[in-house]
């Protein structure tokens, strides 16, 4: 027997971040990636009976093809779940330091959620162009990216926190929306995590935005506009 796949041109999304690859990825290329990628996460949850978890989610298992269009890659962790969403047996850790879920790693009961988290964590390194952990530069310590951005994100100015390599060519208002839709989705707490469905429409709508040419230009005032989840699932915006 013998599997055929897609031949993925472009490499992995973890290319482009790492800058392995020079060619600078737009805005609005970010956000269809990550949409993509999303769409790939739901699929399975959602579209599969009973719903797989990836367990694995990180950019290098982000594929990317010649029309830069994003696939998700690597089953080799996957697991099926029971269909209320949950797996009540202990189940052995998997998945990359970094992007594994907490709670998961914990208590050692696997649910979509966990691809939730894991999935919020590359879409910070997304919107940010930095490492899912770095070394702090006075206590030699490991900083994860969550941190780093919940400390940026009290202060209120977007600037800091998206890729720098990026400049003024991206839309303030869909950047602060997807930091909190990401940090949402890493939240410690699995309840307080929003569903990959609920995390594609409001992807989908960012992309719609770019591609009108919504609100170009960073403006540090600038603030999301979440309608299309329940209010208490996302931070509010400031």
């Not at 998997?94 to 939730?116: C, N, R």
């Not at 894991?118 to 910070?124: A, M, N, W, Y």
């Amino acid at each position: 027997m013998a599997l055929i796949y897609e031949f993925m041109a472009n490499g992995t999304l973890g290319d482009y971040l790492s800058g392995k690859k020079s060619y600078v990825l737009s805005w609005e290329e970010r956000l269809q990636i990550s949409l993509d990628a999303a769409q790939g996460l739901e699929y399975l949850h959602n579209g599969c009976k009973p719903p797989i978890v990836q367990r694995d989610v990180k950019p290098t298992n982000i594929l990317i093809n010649e029309k830069l269009q994003a696939k998700i890659a690597d089953f080799g962790l996957s697991k099926s779940v029971a269909l209320d969403g949950t797996n009540h047996d202990t189940t052995t850790v998997a998945g990359t330091i970094g992007y594994l879920d907490p709670e998961y790693q914990s208590m050692q009961q696997l649910s979509e959620k966990s691809d939730v988290y894991s999935f919020g964590v590359v879409l910070l390194e997304v919107v940010t162009g930095q490492p899912v952990i770095l070394r702090s530069r006075t206590t030699a310590e490991n900083i994860h990216i969550t941190d780093r951005v919940e400390l940026l994100l009290s202060t209120g100015d977007i600037n800091g926190i998206v890729d720098p390599k990026l400049g003024e060519r991206f839309d303030a208002g869909a950047a602060w929306k997807i930091t909190e839709v990401a940090m949402a989705c890493a939240s410690c707490s699995s309840k307080n995590r929003p569903t990959m469905s609920q995390v594609v429409t409001e992807l989908k709508e960012s992309v719609s935005r770019a591609r009108d040419g919504g609100g170009s230009g960073a403006s540090s005032v600038a603030e999301p506009a979440m309608t299309h989840v329940d209010s208490g699932m996302f931070p509010q915006a400031r």
